[in-house]
Nanobody, 124 residues
């Protein structure tokens, strides 16, 4: 069974950067589309970004376009979310998730596997 582990969260000042990692245990991610989601206190979970199976396509939430970049490493065992120009409204727990499909989706219910989450706090 696929296991996902996120890392890279932390406290950063507005305008700063963080890179989140989503590592798969012992398997490549070529069979999965990988999504990043976030959930802030009192708010619904929302899809932030996604990379398709084989990494041929990407998708971004409008509010992060131009600031966040999703990528997959050459070994295809880790997906990254580079987050630049961070804003306080980006504060949330960030989760990566995998779905056994070529295409991306921003519907969390369509994902089969989830990581445990990593906290991102943007504050001065």
């Amino acid at each position: 069974q696929l296991q996902l582990v996120e890392s890279g969260g932390g406290l950063v000042q507005p305008g700063g950067s963080l890179r989140l990692s989503c590592a798969a245990s012992g398997v490549t991610l070529d069979s999965y589309a990988i999504g990043w989601f976030r959930q802030a206190p009192g708010k619904e979970r929302e899809g932030v970004s996604c990379i398709t199976r084989f990494g041929l396509g990407t998708m971004y939430l409008d509010s992060v376009k131009g600031r966040f970049t999703i990528s997959k490493d050459n070994a295809k065992t880790t997906v990254y979310l580079q987050m630049n120009s961070l804003k306080p409204e980006d504060t949330a727990v960030y989760y990566c998730a995998a779905r056994q499909s070529y295409a991306c989706s921003n519907e969390g219910r369509s994902y089969d596997y989830w990581g445990q989450g990593t906290q991102v706090t943007v504050s001065s």
